[in-house]
């Protein structure tokens, strides 16, 4: 069975940093493209970020330069790491693994999210 769960959230000042991570539970091999998004109450899903088989990765430009993803051994986790964190970056954060096979989602597979609040 396949499970996603995210690590990491907490509250920080701006400027400060945190490092997200999300393990993939039930996987033998992964060669799926992951990614992280996040959902602000009142706004809009965001993609953050995303890191293919190959390693190639991609940024929203809201934080670019500001945000690494990269992944864990045997890709069987995805981190993320935030640095410079503003307060607009305040949401919840969910990972994602894998082509959506339903209408409207962004993957197959994702977690439950962690929380990210940014504080002046």
């Known amino acids: 069975q396949v499970r996603l769960v995210e690590s990491g959230g907490g509250s920080v000042q701006a400027g400060g940093s945190l490092k997200l991570s999300c393990t993939l539970g039930?996987?033998?091999?992964?060669?799926?493209?992951m990614g992280w998004y996040r959902q602000a109450p009142g706004k809009e899903r965001e993609l953050v970020s995303t890191?293919?088989?190959?390693?190639?990765?991609w940024y929203a430009d809201s934080v670019k330069d500001r945000f690494t993803i990269y992944p864990g051994n045997a890709r069987l986790s995805v981190h993320l790491q935030m640095d410079s964190l503003e307060i607009e970056d305040t949401a919840a954060y969910f990972c994602?693994?894998?082509?959506?096979?339903?209408?409207?989602?962004?993957?197959?597979?994702w977690g439950q999210g962690t929380q990210v609040t940014v504080s002046s």
């Open positions: 039930g996987f033998l091999k992964n060669t799926c493209e």
């Open positions: 890191i293919d088989n190959d390693n190639i990765t």
């Open positions: 994602g693994a894998c082509p959506p096979v339903v209408e409207g989602t962004l993957y197959r597979w």
